[in-house]
């Protein structure tokens, strides 16, 4: 079974609106971590936000959150305003506690339109 | 600060030859990892040092594939002989060292891409 699922290989949006990313992840950890990476053409993977199961609060940078429902196992990446430099794949990934390896999804491919 | 280093960026081989990558993780990461993306996947977990010991090698394929990590600090990357379906990114990755614990991040180099003819 796979342990990040990201359901949407591709999506185009227009530029200046909020875009969402999803990812579900499946983890009989109590403690683990969530991560969203993105990958530009240049083939560089750039560490975007991260989520602890522990934490209480979704966890924000920038335009960049994360909108973590536990009980759903659920971790959606949320650009708001988004930005034509963000076009780029965009990967969810999880690593638990007990595991220092990190599992990525397939990842999705954001187009911002101009 | 340095981000991680990896050359040479590109490399085009003939199946059955050898090739080899080089890696520099960021100054003061203990843990190095390198990955295999092939086109249209996630990153894939090849091996995993810590400091100049292995943790994690057992997505290695271990007929072709060698890795090894001299004085804890830079490692490469072999294939021998290569194949057509080694074509891909490889990533290379470093963290502090702080084992089991689940927020540490890994920081990527901008990764060597593979062709195998």
């Known amino acids: 079974a796979q342990k990040i699922t990201q359901t949407q290989p591709g999506m185009f949006v227009q530029e200046k609106e909020a875009v969402t990313l999803d990812c579900t992840y499946d983890t009989s950890d109590q403690s683990y971590g969530l991560f969203w990476y993105k990958q530009p053409s240049s083939g560089e993977m750039i560490f975007l936000i991260y989520?602890?199961?522990?934490?209480?609060q979704n966890a924000t940078e920038g335009r960049y959150s994360l909108n973590f429902q536990k009980a759903r196992k659920s971790a959606n990446l949320v650009i708001s305003a988004s930005q034509l430099g963000d076009s780029a794949m965009y990967f969810c990934?999880?690593?638990?506690?007990?595991?220092?390896?990190?599992?990525f999804g397939k990842g999705t491919r954001l187009h911002i339109l101009p | 600060e340095a981000g991680v280093a990896q050359s040479p960026r590109y490399k085009i081989i003939e199946k059955r030859q050898s090739v080899a990558f080089w890696c520099n993780p960021i100054?003061?990461?203990?843990?190095l990892y390198w990955y295999q993306q092939i086109l249209g996947q996630g990153p894939k977990l090849l091996i995993q040092f810590q400091n100049n010991g292995v943790v994690d090698d057992s997505q290695l394929p271990k007929d072709r594939f060698s890795a090894e990590r001299l004085k804890g600090v830079d490692s490469t990357l072999k294939i021998q002989p290569a194949k057509l379906e080694d074509s891909a990114v490889y990533l290379c990755?470093?963290?502090?060292?702080?084992?089991?614990?689940?927020?540490?991040?890994?920081?990527f180099g901008p990764g060597t891409r593979l062709l195998v003819l």
């Open positions: 990755a470093s963290s502090l060292d702080q084992q089991g614990v689940a927020q540490e991040t890994q920081y």
């Open positions: 989520q602890g199961s522990y934490d209480e």
């Open positions: 990934a999880m690593r638990e506690a007990r595991d220092d390896k990190i599992i």
């Open positions: 100054s003061g990461h203990a843990t």
